[in-house]
């Protein structure tokens, strides 16, 4: 673990609004032109069976106008969607759990806002902002991990982003057990559908006697040695395990850094989950595995990160996969 703490401003420069849309969240916040994050705002994100994707785009709007009304001097805008996004053409190519497919969210932000406008899958700009300001700070070769509901990487190779179009990192979707549940993608035995937080969740549910609400109340059985939440958090490990293990043999970065919500177990999820890569990576190389540092503000801080990178002529460490 490192010992550092994050930075908490990116220096002075034009003033930005960030959003960070998620599955049930929106959060909104004005990096000002000292490089500060300030007051994050969190909404229901919107929903829309006919226009998931202009129902995006008509909050983001909102919360542009409610920004300018308040006299932000805002020079850039910078969004993050969830699904398979194409940074360079601006596209939220899909998204099973928001509904749409190829959408073209940047042209129509800054068509709408009138600004220059950036688009961005959130594991991107959450790995974009732990790079520069937390726990990936100064590594060259590093994959950034989100365990929440889902679970996806982001690659940075030699200090640059690589996305492969938007394809890359679906560590989720590895399948390490054949045999295993099905998932959400259409196959069975992904990593995800093992050792996300939902399946923790879902898995003790199917064969527990207590009610659970959340990852967190799985652990709580398991510190009470309830059997089905032994197995399915032993489950969890091991499928974690073996998906890193499949990224590291790939890619051997220095470093993985593990952020989402399954993160904040702390010590009961980084001991173990050390000690299972460790184990497959044996005579190979092992990567260190690193605690997220910036929470749940990482996507925030990553679209405003891009947003800026707009403005800047100079040019930027991130990868196009051109
Ligand atoms: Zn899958």
Redesign the pocket.
């Known amino acids: 673990m490192t010992a550092h703490a994050p930075a908490t401003t990116l220096g002075p420069g034009p003033a930005v609004l960030a959003i960070d849309v998620g599955g049930t969240q929106v959060k909104a916040a004005l990096l000002d032109e000292d490089g500060r994050l300030q007051g994050v705002t969190r909404h229901s994100t919107p929903r829309s069976g006919v226009d998931p994707g202009g129902a995006v785009i008509d909050a983001a709007v909102e919360l542009l106008d409610a920004a300018r009304r308040a006299g932000a001097p805002i020079a850039a805008l910078g969004m993050t969607v969830p699904g398979i996004v194409d940074e360079t053409r601006g596209v939220g190519v899909r998204s099973t759990n928001l509904g749409w497919q190829e959408y073209p969210f940047g042209e129509l932000l800054a068509e709408r806002s009138g600004l220059p406008s950036v688009v961005v899958h959130d594991v991107r700009a959450a790995a974009e902002a732990e790079a520069r300001l937390g726990a990936a700070r100064g590594i060259d070769d590093v994959a950034v991990v989100t365990i929440g509901t889902g679970i996806a990487a982001a690659l940075r190779i030699g200090g640059r982003a690589y996305t492969g179009r938007g394809y890359a990192g679906e560590l ?2 590895i ?1 390490v057990d054949p045999s295993g549940p099905p ?5 069975v035995g ?4 093992i050792g996300s937080a939902a399946a923790l969740v879902r898995r003790y549910r199917e064969r527990g006697d207590h009610p659970v609400n959340d990852a967190a109340d799985v652990l709580r059985r398991r510190q009470l040695h309830d059997p089905v939440a032994v197995a399915v958090w032993d489950s969890a490990l091991a499928a974690l395990g073996a998906g890193l293990a499949v990224l590291t043999s790939i890619m051997a970065p220095q470093a993985i850094v593990v952020g989402g919500g399954l993160s904040e177990a702390g010590a009961v999820l980084f001991d173990p989950l050390r000690a299972e890569l460790d184990a497959r990576c044996a005579g190979l190389w092992v990567p260190r595995l690193l605690r997220a540092e910036l929470g749940q503000d990482a996507g925030t801080w990553g679209a405003a990160i891009l947003a800026r990178a707009t403005l800047t002529p100079a040019p930027t460490k991130r990868n196009t996969d051109a």
């Open positions: 989720g979707h399948v998932c959400a993608c259409g196959r992904c990593v995800e559908a």
